[in-house]
């Protein structure tokens, strides 16, 4: 057992799945102490058209206490405008999914002939829960070819399997039980996991794609506690792609809370707003950054303005839990939602694992 | 055209689907100016081991004015354990709407030899949306042995024909072209209309079944502008089973909002929650029903706390909507309450509708 | 009513759906009376690349009595390579149907900017007969554009709307009656039916496209009887574009028995096959077209071998069918081939009818 | 390694995977020879109101040479009603399976409290291979709660855990890669494995199941050969429940020859028919069960009505499979087939395992 499980999440700190909304929060809890850095921490982020990608390395145990996360190299693809249903867009985001993709994989040091397993966690009747199962499906399997005629295998491919083991209330086992059980069959160089996670913002759901090299626990997302899928429990590499499916309704009121103030505060500064829109309308980042003064909290929202984030949100699961309101919900379009980003991510991963997949006949080779 | 359909509803009045949170709301406000009465209002309510069951009538403009609905018969079922996948508790609501609903057709006049039509509205590709073609699809259908081998069918059968006519996205026709079309040629004595609600509470999603002798708005629920499905557009009755799946992130702030006041109110005053709960913790309409003191409001929630409801969300929806965040939600396990629901309405239906089948062989008639 | 419903079909004749077949049992007929000719009958093949395609006009009455079919315009498109899942052949068949499909439209006199209603026959549930709901939903639904903003639809499109109507066992109603309620209030200029077909041979299953101007006998496929769909019972033209998805014991049977005579027959003759086989293997159309010397029918297959092959059959259905036996089936792969050929009609159609789409960015246009 | 895999099965057998169809033939192969006893094998054989229930069991490898069968037990379920989609025939054929299972697995020596991993083979994308996953998901899976909470398990359940491993060309893994690893892993007591077969016959097509102990061979019925599921390489014993679902061409068109040759015999013989039938028809047990006079055999079928049963098959296929005719085939109604073989199997493996199930509550242990 090394140090890396021995981490402690500092106290009272909201658990995210998402190593990019850790480092916004830990960089904001560094600015109101005054500091600039955040150590063992590195970050590389860009935007283009509409597709912003942020490169996150943690690199050591301090870097790991400051975000909650392990230490690893965490890649995020976040595009708002996913949600559109804009089919011209999905295929500019799988492109550039590949392609960073790639770049990952390289990064951590997998080789372009290392076998591969793929694993689709979730339950493939409940919608949002299926994306796991799903895009396991949308992928190109080989390795029964090159294991019952390896010689026929054309250039530019690598063996690739695949398997969508169910979760516990389906199958009785732990996920971590059956995937051990495979991998030692198998026998993969690597394991790419796919996951569907709870954001911590309904702005995530559908439009962020989270790859780490760190593994994942099973079932996290929803309070569960399992065995975890890493590099330890199982001893080959551990990529993990998550994305955020549902969010919970305390989530959802907890936003909505602080957007009215952070609005209203800046109506009543009289700040100027997004300058591109007639209408003077913020973005979700203006109202996130923007930081309300304590009189306004309070003329505002009274003693519940006044709390800390953990502590608003805190209170209004305390209030929720109980009554049956702090259900866990999934846009109403979920089904195309899903069966896009499945696709989506299935072709950047065929893309990125099978040279011979390209953009233009990556179609062909789907299922 | 009748004096109906010149109803002006009260300027800024919140809209509901529910007669029953209509008639709730309008109490509200006549409580507030110290009536006691609804004139042209009847209500009925019982409850029994979980089940309410509220029957009402709107006799006149007058009571019609009140609720901001249509004249006529409503009757809902609330069963909030219905979420809790318990199939002794679906059988038993099953049972009970099959025999409430039976009453309703005496109440409204409709014989036991009526032919007709079910009509499942929706889009059965969209899970949340697919109740009314799931259904129609659970039904006993017989029109066709009607038609085809009348002497055949045996005593304790009615002719009853269904169609899911998709949604205008899909047909690029109004659901009313279709229904009118159908209804000239197929000629039924009446029609059930089965569809998904846009709740008003996060707690109503898929607890609550509303039958109404006043016809519906096809898409009125999400913000659409159609033509009417009523005996005045079609010339027979048209009774209307809504159940909603889902509701907007407005909903959901506002009613936390709400909660999160009414159990910090009641926690100050040290009011007696629940006596069966060793915790003490307030249910759902403990909170809805506690009036919070002016002066805790503020304390608690400085000016938007002081806000009336309407004004509340109002200033939500006025934040959330331009940023994207007002979506439309369902939960997670959106699949299996509408498969479980779909089931347990097409039990009472086809029990309602032939008085040959019974609880006992019900299953055997279904699809 | 005018003529078209008088024609009487020659007695004993087998009936099929494929103008395809009918001439060439017609040919077959005719060559074996020494006549060289079909009179009121014009046909044009070509083939390119394992793609043959059959124009067939059946100009008048005594070409309707020769072949069994309505006059009108028949177009068949056989692919027998399309059994493959090559998905390159698909897309290459795909663009030719939309060609052919073209060249149909403007043959018949349907205009540009004529409005269209699509209708998909058959039980989605039932995924063999699945293809007509499958092939709607896949289409290009432009109609309520028109309707609610007509000037912000771009060049290049015109009005279609759809409508899967469900089968009678599971509505109660006629397709008839819904489609002529629905034609009449939505007023399209035409209309395309899209149907499964029975075939009557297993190699025509999920290979064939035949498209005709003739309307359709909605279930008469599958020995039911019911009003037809066509341009006399609703006033505008209907084109039916079917696809054989099924076939009977009876067919394979009756087949197989016609091969192994056929095949026997060439190797006692020694006649050379396919020469570019080295198996020296007869082809489909090999045996077909193959002449067995009565002798050699009765020394292999005694009384039975001598049978026409309408006694042939006649005899068979006559033992199976009491015995059960006749059951409709199905590949094997039906789940598949159906998902396929209903994107390959619905690609083929979308490009036909909007000039805007064309093969580059249809898949942008599909649902 | 021991005896049971040296087995050599006879030359020109044709392989059934039905133990039942097996012993009619070597049945029929023994009073050929005019003897009288099969040395080896025991048979019990009972019909009740159309269900005909058999046990075999082969005792040595004498018992298995004859039939071609490892040596075990068998049981045997047939109901040629079943196809009628009578539910209440479904509920009672449910009742006797598990009444017949619960014997089966004390015969073979299965304790009440045996931990049971369910295995459904077959791809849930492809209709007619779906049944082995739908029967797993059926299933009551109860694993997870022995493992999380033991304490709180009713009386009268026992541990079951339940996967569906996909197939080589989804997943690239050999099945019995995957379940060895599982089994390893979640160490169940044994193990009870659901198949699609390929019936040698037409009428077995989802009216037959079969139970054996001897474990099975994954793919096997479409020409595979993957590596078996079995005690030897599991190390547990290994139910296997099979259910044919799928027949060949080949099949078909040898049988109807027969069923033809059978009834003219028959006809010209006069023999007297199911009395019961006011047509005087037979049924296919009458037409399978007629041994036709070789003198009928030459004048009616030629050379092809003396081949033997063998060597027609052959005939047959020699011809069908170059033609790409020798599809494999399932009825048109597949998909309600499946949906309900899978539920009734369900209820009766349910029942049999877990004593606290029973015929009354079954439906609510029920997915």
Redesign the interface.
Known sequence: MNQEHQIQLPPFSIRTDLAREAHEMAVQKHQEKGQSQISGVRIEETEDQGITTSWIWIDNQAGAQELGKMPGTYLTIEV?AL?GKD??LQQRVAQHFAKEFSRFLQEIGIGPDASCLLVGLGNR?????ALGPLVV?HSM?????F?LAPDQVAEGYR????????V???????TS??I???????KPDFIIVFDSLAARA??R?NTTIQVADTGIHPGSGVGNNRKALNKETLGIPVIAIGIPT??D??T??H???D??LS?VSREMQGVRNNPLDP?N????RD?QSHEVPLET?????????KLSPEDKRG??KE??Q????N??????????FIGDMAKLVALGVNCALHPAVNNENA??HMH
């Open positions: 708002p949600r089919s011209v009747n409940v919608t949002a829960d499906e399997i080989t390795r029964h070819l294991l063996s690739v399997g695949g398997i969508a083991p169910g516990l209330g389906t199958t009785g086992m732990e039980e059956i051990n059980g495979v991998v030692q069959h198998a309904l702005n759901v549902v969010v309704a305390v959802i009121a936003d909505a809370i957007y009215v609005h209408y309308r913020p973005t979700v109202l909290r309070n003329r505002m929202m009274g003693m519940i303005g209170l209004i209030v929720l109980p009554l049956g309101q259900l866990i919900v999934t846009p109403k379009e979920v089904d195309e179609s062909m």
